[in-house]
C-alpha cells in the first residue's frame, strides 16, 4: 500500500523555524490528494494542524493556533508536502504526522486514509 514519508523535525529554541516534509509519489498525491499535517502532544489528543488540497494549492486551511507562523504547501513534481514552521513556541512540542486521503475536505484524523511515521518537534524555553 502507499505510504507517506516523513522527514524534518529537531530540537529548536523558541522563536525558532524548522520544515517538515512529507514524500509520497506523485500518482499517490494525485489520488489521495486531501493531504493535511496533525500533532500530538504528550497527553492530549491527536489536533489538526494544517490542510491543503494536491489539484487546489492556493487553498489551505490552518488552526487557530497557528496564528499565521505555518505554512502548507507542495512541490507537485517531486511529490512532496512541506510543513514550515515559524516563531515555534514550546507549545508546539509535539509529534507532528502528515495524512492523506481522497475525496473533500477533513479536520478529522480518523478520516484519513495514509499517514506519514510521525516526526518528533521539540521547542525549548
Known amino acids: 500500500q502507499a505510504q507517506l514519508v516523513q522527514s524534518g523535525g529537531g530540537l529548536v529554541q523558541a522563536g525558532g523555524s524548522l520544515r517538515l516534509s512529507c514524500a509520497a509519489s506523485p500518482r499517490t498525491f494525485s489520488t489521495y490528494a486531501m493531504i493535511n499535517w496533525f500533532r500530538q502532544a504528550p497527553g492530549k489528543e491527536r489536533e489538526f494542524v494544517a490542510a491543503?488540497?494536491?489539484?487546489?494549492?492556493?487553498?489551505?486551511d490552518y488552526a487557530d493556533f497557528v496564528q499565521g507562523r505555518f505554512t502548507i504547501s507542495t512541490d507537485n513534481a517531486k511529490g512532496l508536502v512541506y510543513l514550515q514552521m515559524n516563531s515555534l513556541k514550546p507549545e508546539d512540542t509535539a509529534v507532528y504526522y502528515c495524512a492523506a486521503k481522497s475525496g473533500s475536505y477533513s479536520t478529522a484524523a480518523g478520516d484519513f486514509d495514509l499517514w506519514g511515521q510521525g516526526t518528533q518537534v521539540t521547542v525549548s524555553s
Open positions: 491543503i488540497n494536491w489539484w487546489s494549492g492556493s487553498t489551505t
